[in-house]
């Protein structure tokens, strides 16, 4: 089982790596919503969250960092939040070529 530091590390890890040379996604600690088998995160460019300029804005949905596991699970845009949530706590997330993605070989995958 993963702390809260160590989910948080994992959050980072994953926002490091759908960043790019333009744009770097960061975590909005503050919009943390905690779960017990996990967090789930929030994310931003952080070039708007500093200036709140609109141009710079991303689009990046709610992702969870499992506790048991580290795995990040990919929440879509689409709905709220809650909608995801329900569908992973029920066992049915919709399959997506980047539903998961693993630390430690730093891939997606959707199973």
Do not use: C
């Amino acid at each position: 089982m993963l702390t809260e530091q160590e989910m948080l590390e994992v959050a980072k890890k994953y926002m490091s790596f759908i960043s790019n040379d333009t744009v770097e996604i960061i975590v909005i600690d503050q919009l943390t919503i905690k779960k017990s088998y996990g967090n789930i995160y929030y994310s931003e460019n952080k070039k708007y969250f500093e200036t709140g300029d609109f141009k710079y804005h991303v689009i990046t949905g709610p992702f969870l960092v499992e506790k048991a596991t580290g795995r990040v699970v990919n929440f879509g845009t689409a709905r709220a939040v809650e909608f995801y949530i329900d569908a992973y706590e029920k066992g049915n997330l919709e399959l997506s070529l980047d539903l998961y993605w693993y630390p430690d070989t730093q891939k997606h995958d959707y199973l």
